[in-house]
């Protein structure tokens, strides 16, 4: 048996990052860069204005206000998308709206809230200036975001809505991230059924498919639902087999000390290299992790769970790192036990919990009955409690460590 620490440490050492792939820009959320993203331009691209107004001199408007305006000559109108071809001269300003480029000879942009436009005479427009301007004021820089030649985006760097953004403002339509997972998922049990068979005395649902299938997605794998295995060697021997072609294989069931407990022996005989078997923890201790064909192989148990706090703790790191990212502990912090827990020594608790904020600290409860085999614990629960393998009694009020579930 291996403490939840040493499990850790030996799934991520027997697991790498995957190969990458090219990847265009609306698939790319949740994907991790695999190439560092240098800029091969500016932005913004060229001097533009910061909002509709005037560009014109700063020295021509000096000492405006709105007792004393200044008049300048409109000599055009530039929209956004349009350059100009005049050069403005002393005296002249050109009508500018949001985002066009600063034409040749203005330094500054009036907005026009601070302006006035006048009538047209003799073919001749006219605008009276209320406000000294200063030089360069609403102008966007060229490079002001991004210069030409920098690092923009790092790789290893997990993707979101502003970094595709950004991309896209570089005219970069595809790049290189790592491949995601595809993990085979394999329930077993011969007293299983799928979920629209009609179910009997002694059968159930598989419902760990589902969840597992589920987390998979969650942390940006592929799931291939490979179905359910019966509690016999040449089923499970089948059903790993047709999981060879996925890149990490999850089975639930069939990992504990039962008559009909085959999984450890079918992967021995497949050539797996067992890595560990048992975890000190509770739910999900025992845990099966071994490399076939190099390829990691979780055995999580069956009751719905421990197979899915296994997963939370072990495949989902596991599934992490074969993308491209580093699992973190972000996600633990600390809370106030609002109850007395008494638990077993030598053995690291998993209590399925509701954490939430309240005055000033974050506070956790249990969501009621802890059985391994209560799912819908799991499913009312925002958070883990760990516990501590040395500790035996928990007294409320006590600092607990807690896991934050997505
Ligand atoms: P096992 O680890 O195979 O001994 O299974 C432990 C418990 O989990 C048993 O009560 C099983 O019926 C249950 N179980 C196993 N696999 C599943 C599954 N896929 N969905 C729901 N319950 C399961
Ligand atoms: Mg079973």
Not at 292 to 313: D, H, Q, R, T, Y
Not at 322 to 333: L, T, V
Request: proline share 5%.
């Amino acid at each position: 048996m291996v403490t939840v620490n040493e499990a850790l440490d030996i799934i991520l050492n027997s697991t790498g990052a995957l190969s990458s792939e090219t990847v265009p820009l609306t698939e790319l959320l949740g994907r991790t860069l695999s190439e560092d993203i240098f800029s091969n331009t500016d932005i913004a691209p060229f001097d533009n204005s910061g909002m509709d107004g005037y560009a014109l001199i700063a020295s021509d408007t000096k000492d405006a206000s709105p007792e004393t305006p200044r008049t300048l000559d409109v000599i055009e109108e530039l929209r956004a998308g349009t350059i100009s071809s005049l050069i403005v001269k002393s005296g002249q300003a050109i009508k500018i709206m949001t985002g066009a480029p600063i034409p040749q000879g203005a330094d500054s942009v009036i907005m026009v809230e601070d302006t006035e436009k006048l009538e047209v005479r003799s073919q001749k427009s006219e605008v009276k200036i209320f406000k000294e301007a200063k030089l360069g004021d609403n102008i966007r820089k060229a490079g002001e975001d991004i210069k030409k030649g920098d690092l923009v985006i790092k790789k290893g760097t997990l993707l979101g809505p502003a970094h595709i953004g950004i991309l896209a403002s570089l005219g970069i339509s595809k790049i290189k991230v790592t491949k995601k997972p595809f993990v085979a998922v394999i329930a077993t049990g011969d007293e299983l059924i799928d979920v629209k068979e009609e179910t009997s005395l002694g059968k159930l649902h598989t419902s760990n498919t589902y969840t597992l299938y589920s987390q998979v997605l969650n942390c940006g794998g592929t799931p291939a639902n490979i179905g359910i295995a019966r509690d016999n060697p040449v089923d499970i021997e089948e059903k790993i087999k047709s999981a060879l072609k996925c890149d990490v294989i999850v089975t639930s069931g069939g990992v504990s000390m039962g008559d009909y407990d085959f999984v450890k022996d079918v992967l021995i005989k497949l050539g797996g290299e067992i890595k560990f078997w048992k975890i000190a923890m509770r739910p999900g201790k025992p845990v099966i992790f071994g490399l076939l064909n190099g390829k990691p192989f979780f055995g999580l148990p069956g009751n719905p769970v421990s197979s899915m706090v296994a997963f939370e703790m072990f495949v989902k790191p596991s599934l992490m790192k074969m993308s491209g990212q580093k699992p973190d502990n972000k996600k633990e912090i600390e809370a106030v036990l609002q109850e007395d827990i008494k638990k077993k020594k030598g053995l690291r608790f998993f209590l399925r919990a509701i954490t939430q904020w309240e005055n000033g600290s974050y506070i956790t409860k249990t969501t009621g009955p802890q059985g391994s085999a209560i799912l819908r614990s799991m499913m009312l629960a925002n958070s883990l409690i760990i516990l501590p393998e040395d500790e035996e009694f928990i007294k409320k009020g006590a600092k607990v460590t807690v896991r934050l579930l997505d």
